[in-house]
């Protein structure tokens, strides 16, 4: 087999303990994609290569997308920020970078953090990308579900890196690439390919298993990577995402009320696989959490002295100020900000209240700020964790342990971007009355008049639906990619992201500044990298 040179995380005791979540080998590999073990000698049953693509769902969900992997790409756009100490006081300076768009390192662990996590899912997808063939005969419809399972994560993985990246390595065991860097079109053909084959051999639904993607969750991301391919690549074609979402319409429908998707009250029975939900990660507060509220909550609150103890992590909107709210997320239309006079879905986003048992925090004695103090994300909460309420004793959890489940791609979404392709292919109008379905949910039920969207020019379209796709979709992860693909990204955060507007002003960042680094350690160790003199993304020392 050929010689993987990224420096990802996977060997063969990793790969086949993946489902199980465990990993013994080191961060930082140049391996045989077997290791020391023979293709035949690790796979030579099927049995085993299934468990290594089961182990791709535990692998993108505990590894890629919980805790601060998942949200580091909330900062740096307008709906998220740093938390003003988080900012001052960080010891990795490239944290901060991610929010001000100025002070990325390519030394920075958290850069190299993000970097290497995403080869843990991509390289042993890859792997049974190969293998997965020469079972084909053994049994025909479980080697094509798993080959489809497969190119799902890969292409899933691939994405993510590439809009965090540009310029990626493309792992195909099939193929003469090197270790390096490859073209744009490459990748994004690559990608395409993905989620093609996935599409094509994934079944439209799993009941049993609803964890587990599907043809139509492969569609979904077909749709949004041809809205998504950059211009340059040719690939580009709102035609052809709008036929992937053709798809899939009608095969799911909104939930009746917004709450039901984010309600706090009863998490194990709100918001968990959903009718509105096309992919949809499991977690739960035992051994998979997402530990999104830690990142997500105040600091102050969890210095609150009640019953003359600290509570520490025990209120479950309690955190440490990592991700929270830019103004313009948080404020009304007529302060400055997104929100319309009825909008149901803010309160449900955004918590302003940040009252304990009666108590208001305080600046945290370690030098607290105001922002922590103000409106943060609520809608990751998971009163679950509540001491009062906790079936474990109370201590034991908190907000670490969070775990609800994260819809990640939803029908609402694709109703808002097969409006953008309407829009795009000329028909406004139907494309304005697929919005105003999203937006009839958030008041309720009945729009009123005032509320409706109606007649508007392609760019006042264009230029709404940002907003739109904001109120709806915020802090689902998807608003960096949103903002790169429509070109807005820099306008947008330079106004609305508080420490990219100080560093830059209404002038911008550079453009340079959209990507991130590649790790520094990859370039040292991997000599595809170190040999190639655009093997840095712009903007950035060697």
């Known amino acids: 087999m050929k010689k993987i040179t990224i420096k990802a995380a996977a060997c063969a005791a990793t790969l086949l303990a993946a489902s199980a979540g465990v990993f013994s080998c080191s961060d930082f590999l140049e391996k045989e994609s077997l290791t020391s073990l023979t293709e035949e000698q690790a796979y030579e049953k099927l049995e085993t290569v299934e468990a290594l693509v089961q182990g791709l769902y535990r692998l993108y969900t505990a590894d890629v997308r919980s805790g601060g992997n998942g949200v580091r790409v909330l900062l740096g756009t307008d709906e998220c920020q740093l938390g003003q100490d988080q900012y001052l006081a960080s010891s990795d300076r490239s944290v901060p970078g991610l929010s001000s768009h100025d002070g990325l390192l390519p030394t920075s662990t958290t850069i190299s953090g993000l970097w290497q996590v995403k080869w843990r899912v991509v390289t042993p997808a890859a792997e049974a990308i190969y293998l997965l063939p020469k079972f084909a005969d053994e049994d025909p419809e479980k080697v094509k579900i798993l080959l489809g399972e497969a190119h799902f994560f890969r292409g899933m993985v691939m994405l993510e890196q590439t809009i965090g990246w540009g310029r990626i390595p493309i792992i195909d065991l099939n193929s003469n690439f090197n270790g390096g860097r490859q073209s744009l079109v490459d990748v994004w053909t690559y990608i395409i390919n993905d989620f093609k084959v996935a599409a094509e051999n994934l079944p439209e639904a799993n009941d049993d298993d609803r964890k587990r993607a599907t043809s139509y969750a492969a569609l979904a991301m077909l749709g949004k990577v041809y809205m998504a391919a950059p211009e340059e690549t040719g690939l580009r074609s709102f035609q052809s995402a709008k036929e992937c979402f053709d798809k899939i319409m009608g095969k799911y429908s909104l939930v009746n009320n917004y709450a039901t998707l984010y309600a706090n009250d009863k998490p194990t029975t709100y918001g968990q696989n959903t009718v509105e939900a096309i992919f949809e990660l499991q977690y739960n507060n035992t051994d998979q959490p997402n530990r999104w509220q830690w990142e997500f909550g105040s600091r102050a609150v969890n210095e609150l002295i009640i019953n003359g103890e600290a509570i520490g992590g025990r209120c479950y909107f309690g955190g440490y100020d990592m991700n929270i709210p830019t103004d313009y997320m948080h404020k009304d239309v007529e302060n400055g900000g997104v929100w319309e006079a009825g909008d149901t879905r803010k309160l449900l986003n955004i918590r302003y209240d940040l009252t304990y048992q009666g108590k208001q925090p305080v600046p945290a004695s370690w030098g607290g700020s105001l922002d922590e103090l103000g409106p943060h994300v609520r809608k990751f909460e998971d009163y679950r964790t509540e001491v009062t309420n906790n079936s474990t004793g109370g201590p034991s959890r908190d907000t670490w342990d969070a775990g609800k489940n994260f819809p990640l791609i939803r029908y609402a979404d694709i109703l808002l971007l097969q409006a953008e392709c309407l829009n795009e292919l000329g028909s406004t109008a139907e494309g304005v009355g697929l919005v105003n379905q999203v937006r009839q ?44 693909r429509t070109g807005q990204y820099i306008k947008r955060v330079s106004r609305h992201n508080r420490w990219a507007h100080e560093r830059w002003g209404d002038a911008g960042f550079p453009e340079n500044r959209i990507l991130w680094p590649i790790p520094q350690d990859e370039i040292n160790t ?6 190639d003199p655009e093997g840095q993304n712009p903007g950035y020392a060697r």
């Open 441 to 484: 949910r958030a008041w309720g039920g009945t729009l009123p008049p005032a509320m409706q969207w109606g007649a508007m020019s392609q760019d006042e379209f264009r230029e709404k639906i940002m907003d739109e796709r904001m109120r709806e979709l915020c802090f689902e992860t998807w608003r960096r990619m949103d903002l790169m």
């Open 526 to 531: 991997n000599e595809d990298f170190a040999n």
